[in-house]
């Protein structure tokens, strides 16, 4: 996974439906061949599996457990996205999203099966700000002792569909 660390402003500009270069959306020195990992990670679950696997993920939710251990944490925000090389430079790579927006179906299915909370792909807008998507969720799950969510980016392989399509999620 390759955390981001870009301004707002060009996230902005990739949420809005534009592609953007690769390389400032991560830290400095981190693109040349982590990117390469994450893309060839992608393309081989596209080509062996049939999976679509890249995703931008946005929040990262996490509650409190009984048991005093370490708090669980999950990605909240899935935003699937490609890479378009030009050449062998990874400073020209672009990044553009390829589809609907989705909440982490795991998620989902930990916070219905673990606390009754049942929160649909529908209770969010796909056109809405990430902010408004998670104030949403938060209040969603009110009834989950400690849950929050805190700022979180990350470009990473996500392999969850057989889960979703089981659970209808």
Partial sequence: MLPVSAPPALLITL???KSVSASPLFPEGAVPDALKDVRRKARENTEEKGLSTLYLTLGLATWSIGDGGRAPEAP???Y???FAEKGQNASTTTLTITGPLRINPVLLHVLKQEFGVSIGQNDID????PEAAFTRLTNKADAVRGFRIDPFAVIGNFSFQKMAYEHGY
Wanted: proline share 15%; no cysteine; net charge negative.
């Fill in 15 to 17: 949420l809005s439906g």
């Fill in 80 to 82: 699937p996205v490609a």
């Fill in 76 to 78: 909240v925000l899935l």
């Fill in 126 to 129: 796909p056109e809405g700000t």
